[in-house]
């Protein structure tokens, strides 16, 4: 069983940034996917931002692409979100999730393990 810790949340200004990780358990570890989603109050979870484990292919979704960079420690077993630029929008409870195979990155019901989440607030 796979563990996923998450850190680095919490409070941030519009325009400012934030370094969210993500930490997994398993010495060997060798997902298909990591991603990134996030759940604000009453919505429902969302894809934000996956990486390609071996290949290190990145894929985003369109509200974050250009100012959120994902990437990935291999040896670590870590993978970071880099948040620039976040905006008040950006704010929800972010999870990482691990995906042992297939090819949709951006569905989390695809997911097998996940992490408990990390807050994230932006102020205007």
């Known amino acids: 069983q796979v563990q996923l810790v998450e850190s680095g949340g919490g409070l941030v200004q519009a325009g400012g940034s934030l370094r969210l990780s993500c930490a997994a358990s398993q010495r060997t570890f060798s997902p298909d996917y990591m991603g990134w989603f996030r759940q604000a109050p009453g919505k429902e979870r969302e894809f934000v931002a996956a990486i390609e484990w071996s290949g290190g292919g990145t894929h985003y979704a369109d509200s974050v692409k250009g100012r959120f960079t994902i990437s990935r420690d291999n040896a670590k077993n870590t993978v970071s979100l880099q948040m620039n630029s976040v905006k008040p929008e950006d704010t929800a409870v972010y999870h990482c999730?691990?995906?042992?195979?297939?090819?949709?990155?951006?569905?989390?019901?695809?997911?097998?393990?996940w992490g408990q989440g990390t807050q994230v607030t932006v102020s205007s």
């Open positions: 999730g691990a995906k042992n195979s297939g090819i949709y990155y951006g569905n989390p019901r695809t997911y097998d393990y």
